[in-house]
């Protein structure tokens, strides 16, 4: 009877360190399933953030450099018949060197995301009030360069575009 309880005591210590074991395996494989799953998430969200990042940096980077060019064809007065660029928009010597510093602002900014979206949330806001200035007054900017309704629409799309770059998008900097 002893030896009869000694096998079924051990057959009991063998299922139960068995279970204990498979268990054990369990637990790892979905614990280290979980990490895997919490590593892609992360790496995931580390891709969008870098993509986010990215688009911000090269928007400023194509901000700049339209600026510049559009700046340099504002002084060039076979590009600029009657002080209208391309024939629509009313430039001047001052638009034009607005126009200049914008851009070289801009690409200075590229370099950082976090410069990247201070710019263009301080330019956004900046062209949202050159727009409302532009429309309330019509002629001109607070006297100082003059515009028309195309300038205006311009200066509107330009202050949505970046207002959404600037505000939009990443909220921090990982």
């Known amino acids: 009877m002893k030896n009869r309880f000694s096998m079924t005591a051990l057959l009991y210590s063998k299922l139960y360190s068995d279970a204990v074991f498979f268990y054990t ?3 790892c494989y979905v614990r280290f399933d979980i990490a895997i799953l919490y590593t892609d998430c992360c790496i995931h969200i580390n891709n969008r953030s870098n993509r986010i990042r990215m688009k911000t940096q090269k928007a400023a980077t194509w901000f700049g450099v339209i600026f510049i060019v559009i700046g340099i064809l504002g002084f060039i007065p076979g590009v600029t018949p ?3 660029i391309l024939g629509i928009f009313h430039v001047d010597a001052v638009h034009n060197v607005v126009h200049l510093l914008s851009g070289i602002i801009a690409l200075l900014c590229a370099g950082s995301f976090g ?3 201070t710019y263009f949330k301080i330019f956004g806001v900046v062209y949202a009030i050159v727009t409302i200035i532009g429309l309330v ?3 001109s900017v607070l006297g100082i360069f003059p515009v028309n309704m195309a300038d205006n629409i311009l200066h509107l799309v330009i202050a949505v575009l970046a207002l959404a770059l600037g505000f939009g998008g990443s909220k921090t900097e990982l």
């Open 137 to 139: 007054n019509g002629v």
């Open 25 to 27: 395996l369990f637990v």
């Open 115 to 117: 410069a990247a979206k």
């Open 82 to 84: 009657n002080g209208h």
